[in-house]
T-cell receptor, first 112, second 116 residues
Framework: SQQGEEDPQALSIQEGENATMNCSYK?????LQWYRQNSGRGLVHLIL?????REKHSGRLRVTLDTSKKSSSLLITASRAADTASYFC????????????FGKGITLSVRP | GAVVSQHPSWVICKSGTSVKIECRSL??????MFWYRQFPKQSLMLMAT?????????EQGVEKDKFLINHASLTLSTLTVTSAHPEDSSFYIC????????????FGPGTRLTVT
């Protein structure tokens, strides 16, 4: 079953602009992760934010987490054409039997 | 970071035949591996959770007799699609999870299955 719901479902921006993608989820989580997938390829792990964290940075990526609203955002600054891909949020519930549940994904197109 | 491989990367088979996909954790031991399926332009759907030495746990709606999972060692899990049909054509992705304390999950590159 799907847990995360990203919005927008598709985003088209100009190179150099910032891209903001949002994810909402329904249940309590241990952590939330963002992944990138280029067309027809495997997943690339971008960043993980734990439930007790509110913001995390990695290079041009900034992730926020609001557990009270059950939402997260991924900001890509100074976007590049190479950032064109699908982006997924995935939530990890708690415990040794936890499993990642993926959202529907956002298709980002960065125009050169 | 940890590496997970899948073999084959793509396979074409005839309807009615069976196909086996391997998932290996190359530089770590994975007590738990996961199998996902992804249809074009859709998200990853978890099919089953595979624990080394025990039976896999299948998600609701996934036929365990059609998608046979064997997790024979701490570095290898296999998914066999039995009596494949065209509707089984999909992108199959495995992931392997490390143990305590981090429980980090690493994904394989995926296997594209086309059933003709």
């Amino acid at each position: 079953s799907q847990q995360g719901e990203e919005d927008p479902q598709a985003l088209s921006i100009q190179e150099g602009e910032n891209a903001t993608m949002n994810c909402s989820y329904k249940t309590s989580i241990n952590n939330l992760q963002w992944y990138r997938q280029n067309s027809g390829r495997g997943l690339v792990h971008l960043i993980l934010i734990r439930s007790n964290e509110r913001e995390k940075h990695s290079g041009r990526l900034r992730v926020t987490l609001d557990t009270s609203k059950k939402s997260s955002s991924l900001l890509i600054t100074a976007s590049r054409a190479a950032d064109t891909a699908s982006y997924f949020c995935a939530t990890d519930d708690t415990g040794a039997n936890s499993k990642l549940t993926f959202g529907k994904g956002i298709t980002l197109s960065v125009r050169p | 970071g940890a590496v997970v491989s899948q073999h084959p990367s793509w396979v074409i088979c005839k309807s009615g035949t069976s196909v086996k996909i391997e998932c290996r954790s190359l530089d770590f031991q994975a007590t738990t591996m996961f199998w996902y399926r992804q249809f074009p332009k859709q998200s990853l759907m978890l099919m089953a959770t595979s624990n080394e030495g025990s039976k896999a746990t299948y998600e609701q709606g996934v036929e365990k007799d059609k998608f046979l999972i064997n997790h024979a060692s701490l570095t290898l899990s296999t998914l066999t699609v039995t009596s494949a049909h065209p509707e089984d054509s999909s992108f199959y992705i495995c992931s392997a999870r490390t143990g305590l304390p981090s429980y980090e999950q690493y994904f394989g590159p995926g296997t594209r299955l086309t059933v003709t």
